[in-house]
Protein backbone atom coordinates (compact mmCIF):
# COMPACT_ATOMS: atom_id res chain seq x y z
CA UNK A 1 0.00 0.00 0.00
CA UNK A 2 0.97 3.47 -0.78
CA UNK A 3 0.55 6.94 1.19
CA UNK A 4 -2.14 8.71 -0.57
CA UNK A 5 -0.93 11.22 -3.37
CA UNK A 6 0.26 14.58 -2.33
CA UNK A 7 -2.42 17.72 -3.56
CA UNK A 8 -1.74 21.66 -2.64
CA UNK A 9 -4.78 22.06 -0.63
CA UNK A 10 -5.48 24.20 2.73
CA UNK A 11 -8.88 23.77 4.10
CA UNK A 12 -8.38 27.61 5.31
CA UNK A 13 -7.82 29.03 1.73
CA UNK A 14 -10.72 28.68 -0.10
CA UNK A 15 -13.16 31.58 0.15
CA UNK A 16 -16.82 30.16 1.57
CA UNK A 17 -18.76 31.12 -1.98
CA UNK A 18 -16.20 28.52 -3.19
CA UNK A 19 -15.61 26.14 -0.90
CA UNK A 20 -17.69 23.17 -2.77
CA UNK A 21 -15.56 23.44 -6.20
CA UNK A 22 -12.56 23.49 -4.41
CA UNK A 23 -13.95 20.35 -2.73
CA UNK A 24 -14.85 18.76 -5.60
CA UNK A 25 -11.41 19.44 -7.83
CA UNK A 26 -9.49 17.97 -4.64
CA UNK A 27 -12.01 14.94 -4.80
CA UNK A 28 -11.39 14.42 -8.60
CA UNK A 29 -7.68 13.72 -7.98
CA UNK A 30 -8.33 10.87 -5.68
CA UNK A 31 -11.35 10.80 -2.67
CA UNK A 32 -8.30 10.35 -0.30
CA UNK A 33 -5.05 13.05 -0.46
CA UNK A 34 -2.67 14.32 1.48
CA UNK A 35 -1.92 18.01 1.76
CA UNK A 36 -0.15 20.74 3.70
CA UNK A 37 -0.63 20.02 7.68
CA UNK A 38 -3.24 22.08 9.65
CA UNK A 39 -1.09 21.24 12.71
CA UNK A 40 1.89 19.42 13.85
CA UNK A 41 3.78 17.60 14.48
CA UNK A 42 3.72 15.89 11.39
CA UNK A 43 4.54 17.49 8.42
CA UNK A 44 0.84 16.91 6.08
CA UNK A 45 -2.68 16.00 6.56
CA UNK A 46 -4.96 13.14 4.62
CA UNK A 47 -8.02 14.54 3.28
CA UNK A 48 -10.88 12.57 2.85
CA UNK A 49 -13.34 13.77 -0.15
CA UNK A 50 -15.82 10.71 -0.87
CA UNK A 51 -18.33 9.48 1.12
CA UNK A 52 -17.29 5.74 1.57
CA UNK A 53 -13.99 6.87 2.92
CA UNK A 54 -15.78 9.91 4.86
CA UNK A 55 -17.51 7.19 6.66
CA UNK A 56 -14.97 4.79 7.30
CA UNK A 57 -12.92 6.50 9.18
CA UNK A 58 -15.71 8.50 10.94
CA UNK A 59 -16.09 4.88 12.73
CA UNK A 60 -12.92 3.41 12.39
CA UNK A 61 -11.17 2.51 16.37
CA UNK A 62 -8.16 3.28 15.22
CA UNK A 63 -8.78 7.37 14.26
CA UNK A 64 -9.81 8.70 17.29
CA UNK A 65 -9.21 12.04 19.36
CA UNK A 66 -6.33 11.88 21.61
CA UNK A 67 -3.96 8.47 20.83
CA UNK A 68 -1.00 8.00 22.89
CA UNK A 69 2.47 9.98 22.02
CA UNK A 70 2.88 13.03 20.08
CA UNK A 71 -0.36 14.19 19.94
CA UNK A 72 -1.29 14.22 23.36
CA UNK A 73 2.41 16.09 23.92
CA UNK A 74 0.65 18.89 21.51
CA UNK A 75 -3.11 18.38 23.23
CA UNK A 76 -0.94 19.72 26.73
CA UNK A 77 0.48 22.44 25.01
CA UNK A 78 -2.68 23.67 23.35
CA UNK A 79 -4.49 23.24 27.09
CA UNK A 80 -1.62 25.08 28.44
CA UNK A 81 -1.54 28.30 26.07
CA UNK A 82 -5.33 28.15 25.33
CA UNK A 83 -7.94 28.32 28.06
CA UNK A 84 -10.83 27.64 25.68
CA UNK A 85 -9.26 24.39 24.27
CA UNK A 86 -8.59 23.79 28.09
CA UNK A 87 -12.54 23.66 28.78
CA UNK A 88 -13.34 21.91 25.75
CA UNK A 89 -10.70 18.86 25.73
CA UNK A 90 -12.67 17.45 28.52
CA UNK A 91 -15.81 17.14 26.98
CA UNK A 92 -17.51 14.29 25.11
CA UNK A 93 -16.53 16.25 21.84
CA UNK A 94 -13.29 15.81 22.04
CA UNK A 95 -12.39 12.81 24.20
CA UNK A 96 -12.22 8.58 23.67
CA UNK A 97 -13.61 5.56 25.08
CA UNK A 98 -14.01 4.94 28.13
CA UNK A 99 -14.23 8.60 29.07
CA UNK A 100 -16.53 9.78 25.79
CA UNK A 101 -19.29 6.81 27.07
CA UNK A 102 -18.88 7.74 30.85
CA UNK A 103 -19.75 11.64 29.63
CA UNK A 104 -22.31 10.62 26.70
CA UNK A 105 -24.17 7.57 27.59
CA UNK A 106 -26.04 8.76 30.56
CA UNK A 107 -27.46 11.89 28.09
CA UNK A 108 -28.66 9.90 24.96
CA UNK A 109 -32.09 9.14 26.54
CA UNK A 110 -32.57 12.93 26.94
CA UNK A 111 -31.93 13.54 23.02
CA UNK A 112 -33.96 10.74 21.42
CA UNK A 113 -36.19 11.55 18.94
CA UNK A 114 -39.34 10.31 20.96
CA UNK A 115 -38.44 12.90 23.73
CA UNK A 116 -37.33 15.83 21.50
CA UNK A 117 -41.06 15.61 19.51
CA UNK A 118 -42.79 16.49 22.51
CA UNK A 119 -41.42 19.97 21.91
CA UNK A 120 -42.42 20.40 17.85
CA UNK A 121 -45.75 22.02 18.41
CA UNK A 122 -44.16 24.42 20.97
CA UNK A 123 -40.83 25.40 18.19
CA UNK A 124 -43.49 25.73 15.40
CA UNK A 125 -45.50 28.61 17.14
CA UNK A 126 -42.21 30.06 18.60
CA UNK A 127 -40.41 30.23 15.78
CA UNK A 128 -43.74 31.55 13.89
CA UNK A 129 -44.42 34.55 16.60
CA UNK A 130 -40.33 35.56 15.71
CA UNK A 131 -40.90 35.21 11.96
CA UNK A 132 -44.34 37.36 12.08
CA UNK A 133 -42.24 39.98 14.39
CA UNK A 134 -39.62 40.29 11.75
CA UNK A 135 -41.47 40.83 8.81
CA UNK A 136 -43.72 43.64 10.89
CA UNK A 137 -40.57 45.40 11.30
CA UNK A 138 -39.93 45.35 7.21
CA UNK A 139 -36.50 45.15 7.59
CA UNK A 140 -34.71 42.31 9.45
CA UNK A 141 -31.94 39.92 9.46
CA UNK A 142 -32.79 36.23 8.62
CA UNK A 143 -29.91 35.12 11.41
CA UNK A 144 -29.66 37.44 14.03
CA UNK A 145 -33.50 38.08 14.52
CA UNK A 146 -34.99 34.88 13.66
CA UNK A 147 -32.45 32.03 13.71
CA UNK A 148 -30.58 33.08 17.12
CA UNK A 149 -33.35 34.33 19.17
CA UNK A 150 -35.21 31.34 18.40
CA UNK A 151 -32.61 28.30 18.50
CA UNK A 152 -30.98 29.90 21.72
CA UNK A 153 -34.41 29.65 23.38
CA UNK A 154 -35.56 26.37 22.19
CA UNK A 155 -31.45 25.25 23.85
CA UNK A 156 -32.41 26.70 27.16
CA UNK A 157 -35.68 25.12 27.50
CA UNK A 158 -33.79 21.45 26.56
CA UNK A 159 -30.61 22.28 29.06
CA UNK A 160 -32.60 23.89 31.82
CA UNK A 161 -29.67 26.73 32.14
CA UNK A 162 -31.02 30.36 32.97
CA UNK A 163 -31.23 31.87 29.67
CA UNK A 164 -28.81 34.56 28.69
CA UNK A 165 -29.99 37.51 25.88
CA UNK A 166 -29.45 35.77 22.66
CA UNK A 167 -26.46 38.70 21.35
CA UNK A 168 -24.19 38.50 24.44
CA UNK A 169 -24.15 34.84 24.21
CA UNK A 170 -23.10 35.15 20.00
CA UNK A 171 -20.76 37.48 20.68
CA UNK A 172 -18.63 35.32 23.21
CA UNK A 173 -19.11 32.06 21.35
CA UNK A 174 -18.03 33.71 18.12
CA UNK A 175 -14.51 34.01 20.00
CA UNK A 176 -14.21 30.80 21.07
CA UNK A 177 -15.54 29.29 17.87
CA UNK A 178 -12.34 30.98 16.50
CA UNK A 179 -10.12 29.48 19.13
CA UNK A 180 -11.35 26.04 18.29
CA UNK A 181 -10.93 26.55 14.70
CA UNK A 182 -6.87 26.29 14.85
CA UNK A 183 -4.35 25.97 12.23
CA UNK A 184 -0.47 26.30 12.63
CA UNK A 185 0.05 29.51 11.14
CA UNK A 186 -2.00 31.75 13.80
CA UNK A 187 -0.70 32.74 16.85
CA UNK A 188 -2.16 31.68 20.32
CA UNK A 189 -3.59 32.75 22.56
CA UNK A 190 -6.62 35.15 21.21
CA UNK A 191 -6.69 37.67 23.90
CA UNK A 192 -10.48 38.08 23.57
CA UNK A 193 -11.49 34.08 23.21
CA UNK A 194 -9.63 34.24 26.51
CA UNK A 195 -11.40 36.90 28.03
CA UNK A 196 -14.99 35.78 26.02
CA UNK A 197 -14.37 31.81 27.46
CA UNK A 198 -14.10 33.14 31.11
CA UNK A 199 -17.10 35.09 30.62
CA UNK A 200 -18.97 32.29 29.57
CA UNK A 201 -17.90 30.03 32.53
CA UNK A 202 -18.25 32.71 34.79
CA UNK A 203 -22.10 32.68 33.33
CA UNK A 204 -22.52 29.30 33.93
CA UNK A 205 -21.02 28.69 36.75
CA UNK A 206 -23.36 31.77 38.29
CA UNK A 207 -26.20 30.00 37.10
CA UNK A 208 -25.32 26.47 38.80
CA UNK A 209 -25.58 27.59 42.17
CA UNK A 210 -27.97 26.76 43.65
CA UNK A 211 -29.86 25.94 40.23
CA UNK A 212 -32.79 23.76 40.64
CA UNK A 213 -33.87 22.74 36.85
CA UNK A 214 -37.12 21.31 35.68
CA UNK A 215 -36.84 17.46 36.14
CA UNK A 216 -36.55 16.65 32.56
CA UNK A 217 -33.94 18.52 31.32
CA UNK A 218 -30.55 18.15 30.59
CA UNK A 219 -28.89 19.86 33.26
CA UNK A 220 -31.33 18.17 36.05
CA UNK A 221 -29.58 14.94 34.61
CA UNK A 222 -26.01 16.27 34.52
CA UNK A 223 -26.78 17.78 38.18
CA UNK A 224 -27.81 14.67 39.20
CA UNK A 225 -24.79 12.32 38.33
CA UNK A 226 -22.69 14.99 39.98
CA UNK A 227 -24.24 14.44 42.92
CA UNK A 228 -24.55 10.82 42.65
CA UNK A 229 -20.36 10.95 42.01
CA UNK A 230 -20.27 9.77 38.48
CA UNK A 231 -19.51 12.77 37.12
CA UNK A 232 -17.16 15.68 38.76
CA UNK A 233 -18.42 19.28 38.73
CA UNK A 234 -16.25 20.36 35.65
CA UNK A 235 -17.69 17.82 33.42
CA UNK A 236 -20.64 19.40 34.24
CA UNK A 237 -19.26 22.82 33.51
CA UNK A 238 -17.64 21.96 30.29
CA UNK A 239 -20.80 19.76 29.28
CA UNK A 240 -22.56 22.99 29.18
CA UNK A 241 -20.00 24.97 27.83
CA UNK A 242 -20.34 22.33 24.95
CA UNK A 243 -23.75 22.51 24.72
CA UNK A 244 -23.91 26.03 24.47
CA UNK A 245 -21.88 25.85 21.58
CA UNK A 246 -22.61 22.89 19.81
CA UNK A 247 -26.51 23.21 20.57
CA UNK A 248 -26.80 26.28 18.61
CA UNK A 249 -24.01 27.24 16.41
CA UNK A 250 -24.52 24.52 13.48
CA UNK A 251 -28.33 24.83 13.66
CA UNK A 252 -28.09 29.16 13.35
CA UNK A 253 -25.71 28.73 10.36
CA UNK A 254 -27.78 26.02 8.66
CA UNK A 255 -30.81 28.22 9.30
CA UNK A 256 -28.48 31.08 7.32
CA UNK A 257 -27.35 28.99 4.62
CA UNK A 258 -30.61 27.57 3.65
CA UNK A 259 -31.91 30.94 3.36
CA UNK A 260 -29.48 31.82 0.80
CA UNK A 261 -29.47 28.72 -1.26
CA UNK A 262 -33.17 29.22 -1.77
CA UNK A 263 -32.76 32.57 -2.92
CA UNK A 264 -30.66 31.70 -5.32
CA UNK A 265 -32.86 28.82 -6.59
CA UNK A 266 -36.11 30.46 -7.15
CA UNK A 267 -37.98 27.68 -8.11
CA UNK A 268 -36.65 25.65 -5.16
CA UNK A 269 -38.03 28.18 -3.24
CA UNK A 270 -41.60 27.89 -4.39
CA UNK A 271 -41.72 24.23 -3.78
CA UNK A 272 -40.37 25.54 0.32
CA UNK A 273 -43.56 27.30 -0.19
CA UNK A 274 -45.61 24.62 -0.30
CA UNK A 275 -44.42 22.21 1.71
CA UNK A 276 -46.49 19.58 3.95
CA UNK A 277 -45.41 17.87 6.64
CA UNK A 278 -44.94 14.77 4.57
CA UNK A 279 -42.45 16.70 2.35
CA UNK A 280 -40.60 18.37 5.24
CA UNK A 281 -38.00 15.85 6.05
CA UNK A 282 -36.50 15.27 3.04
CA UNK A 283 -36.53 18.75 2.05
CA UNK A 284 -34.99 19.77 5.39
CA UNK A 285 -32.26 16.49 4.65
CA UNK A 286 -31.68 18.17 1.47
CA UNK A 287 -30.98 21.25 2.34
CA UNK A 288 -28.16 19.69 5.09
CA UNK A 289 -26.75 17.38 2.22
CA UNK A 290 -26.72 20.12 -0.10
CA UNK A 291 -24.64 22.63 2.20
CA UNK A 292 -23.68 20.96 5.39
CA UNK A 293 -22.87 23.58 8.41
CA UNK A 294 -19.79 21.33 9.79
CA UNK A 295 -16.83 21.28 6.91
CA UNK A 296 -14.35 19.08 8.51
CA UNK A 297 -13.73 16.55 11.06
CA UNK A 298 -10.13 15.70 12.07
CA UNK A 299 -9.19 12.65 13.96
CA UNK A 300 -5.62 11.29 14.42
CA UNK A 301 -4.51 7.83 13.87
CA UNK A 302 -3.28 5.62 16.39
CA UNK A 303 -1.34 3.66 14.86
CA UNK A 304 -0.92 2.25 10.86
CA UNK A 305 -3.84 1.62 9.47
CA UNK A 306 -5.04 1.06 6.20
CA UNK A 307 -8.05 3.37 4.51
CA UNK A 308 -9.35 2.75 0.90
CA UNK A 309 -6.23 1.22 -0.40
CA UNK A 310 -3.89 3.73 1.00
CA UNK A 311 -1.37 3.27 3.86
CA UNK A 312 -2.40 6.08 6.83
CA UNK A 313 0.64 6.41 9.20
CA UNK A 314 0.85 6.51 13.34
CA UNK A 315 -0.04 9.69 14.63
CA UNK A 316 -1.30 11.14 11.12
CA UNK A 317 -4.25 13.67 11.26
CA UNK A 318 -7.16 12.46 9.23
CA UNK A 319 -9.79 15.45 7.96
CA UNK A 320 -13.28 13.71 6.59
CA UNK A 321 -14.47 16.45 4.13
CA UNK A 322 -17.72 16.70 5.09
CA UNK A 323 -19.39 19.01 2.27
CA UNK A 324 -17.14 16.87 -0.35
CA UNK A 325 -18.72 13.65 0.93
CA UNK A 326 -22.12 14.97 0.89
CA UNK A 327 -21.57 16.42 -2.74
CA UNK A 328 -20.25 12.24 -4.15
CA UNK A 329 -20.91 11.94 -7.01
CA UNK A 330 -20.43 7.92 -6.15
CA UNK A 331 -22.70 8.36 -3.74
CA UNK A 332 -25.51 11.02 -5.48
CA UNK A 333 -26.16 11.60 -8.76
CA UNK A 334 -26.20 15.46 -9.69
CA UNK A 335 -24.69 15.90 -6.41
CA UNK A 336 -24.14 19.93 -6.97
CA UNK A 337 -28.01 20.32 -7.86
CA UNK A 338 -30.46 20.74 -5.05
CA UNK A 339 -33.48 18.38 -5.54
CA UNK A 340 -36.37 17.69 -3.13
CA UNK A 341 -37.34 15.04 -5.02
CA UNK A 342 -34.77 13.22 -4.38
CA UNK A 343 -34.91 9.52 -2.49
CA UNK A 344 -34.02 10.82 1.57
CA UNK A 345 -30.68 9.19 2.87
CA UNK A 346 -29.10 10.73 5.29
CA UNK A 347 -26.11 12.60 4.78
CA UNK A 348 -22.83 13.01 6.96
CA UNK A 349 -23.88 16.36 7.71
CA UNK A 350 -24.60 15.36 11.61
CA UNK A 351 -21.45 12.77 11.02
CA UNK A 352 -21.66 9.20 12.11
CA UNK A 353 -19.86 6.25 15.07
CA UNK A 354 -19.18 7.36 18.62
CA UNK A 355 -19.40 11.43 17.66
CA UNK A 356 -22.62 11.29 15.73
CA UNK A 357 -24.26 14.66 16.92
CA UNK A 358 -26.14 14.15 20.18
CA UNK A 359 -28.55 16.94 19.55
CA UNK A 360 -29.04 15.98 15.51
CA UNK A 361 -33.10 14.81 16.39
CA UNK A 362 -33.67 18.43 17.84
CA UNK A 363 -31.84 20.13 15.33
CA UNK A 364 -34.08 18.72 12.40
CA UNK A 365 -36.97 19.76 14.30
CA UNK A 366 -35.90 23.01 14.71
CA UNK A 367 -34.63 23.61 11.14
CA UNK A 368 -38.12 22.28 10.10
CA UNK A 369 -40.01 24.54 12.87
CA UNK A 370 -38.05 27.84 11.69
CA UNK A 371 -38.64 26.76 7.80
CA UNK A 372 -42.03 26.32 8.08
CA UNK A 373 -42.22 29.37 9.88
CA UNK A 374 -40.35 31.56 7.25
CA UNK A 375 -41.28 30.10 4.46
CA UNK A 376 -44.94 28.75 5.00
CA UNK A 377 -46.83 30.66 7.45
CA UNK A 378 -44.73 34.38 6.79
CA UNK A 379 -43.67 33.64 3.25
CA UNK A 380 -43.46 37.74 1.74
CA UNK A 381 -39.88 38.42 2.47
CA UNK A 382 -36.64 38.11 0.58
CA UNK A 383 -33.10 37.76 1.44
CA UNK A 384 -31.16 40.73 0.18
CA UNK A 385 -28.26 38.30 -1.24
CA UNK A 386 -25.86 41.64 -1.94
CA UNK A 387 -25.83 41.94 2.04
CA UNK A 388 -24.58 38.65 3.20
CA UNK A 389 -22.03 37.88 5.28
CA UNK A 390 -20.21 34.33 5.73
CA UNK A 391 -18.72 33.18 8.82
CA UNK A 392 -15.03 33.48 8.78
CA UNK A 393 -13.99 29.92 9.89
CA UNK A 394 -13.16 27.04 8.29
CA UNK A 395 -14.78 24.41 10.71
CA UNK A 396 -18.40 25.67 10.64
CA UNK A 397 -19.94 27.01 7.45
CA UNK A 398 -23.21 29.47 7.69
CA UNK A 399 -23.73 33.55 8.00
CA UNK A 400 -23.17 35.70 10.59
CA UNK A 401 -25.88 37.94 8.61
CA UNK A 402 -28.55 37.33 6.03
CA UNK A 403 -30.37 40.75 5.27
CA UNK A 404 -33.79 40.59 4.13
CA UNK A 405 -36.77 42.16 3.75
CA UNK A 406 -40.68 42.36 3.58
CA UNK A 407 -42.46 42.67 0.36
CA UNK A 408 -44.67 44.84 2.16
CA UNK A 409 -41.61 47.16 3.06
CA UNK A 410 -40.59 47.84 -0.62
CA UNK A 411 -44.07 48.84 -1.45
CA UNK A 412 -44.29 45.48 -3.82
CA UNK A 413 -45.15 42.08 -3.19
CA UNK A 414 -42.59 39.90 -4.23
CA UNK A 415 -43.65 36.16 -6.46
CA UNK A 416 -41.06 33.05 -6.31
Not at 174 to 183: I, K, Q, R
Not at 225 to 234: K, M, N, P, Q
Request: hydrophobic share 45%; glycine share 6%.
Amino acid sequence: MSLPPFVDFYPFDPPPEALYEALGRLRSVAPIVRSRPIMPPRDSTVYLLGREACEKALVHPQLVQAPEGAYQELRAIFREHNAIFRVFSQTMLFIDPPEHTRLRRPLQAMFSSARVAALDNWMTIRARELARRSLEAGRFDVVRDVAEPFVLEVLYKILGLAPRDAAWVRKRMAYVTDALDFTTDRPYPFAEAEEAGQELVDYIEEALRGARPPVDTVLAAMLELERSGEWAHDDVVASCMLFLFAGQETVIDSIGSFALALEERPEKREEVLRATDETWPPIVEELLRFDAPVSYVARVAAGDLELGGYTIEDGQTVVSCLGAANRDPAWCERPDELDFARPMRRSLAFGTGLHTCLGQHVARLELRAALKALYVDAPDWRVRTEGIVYRPNALLRGLTSAPAEAAVASGKRHTA
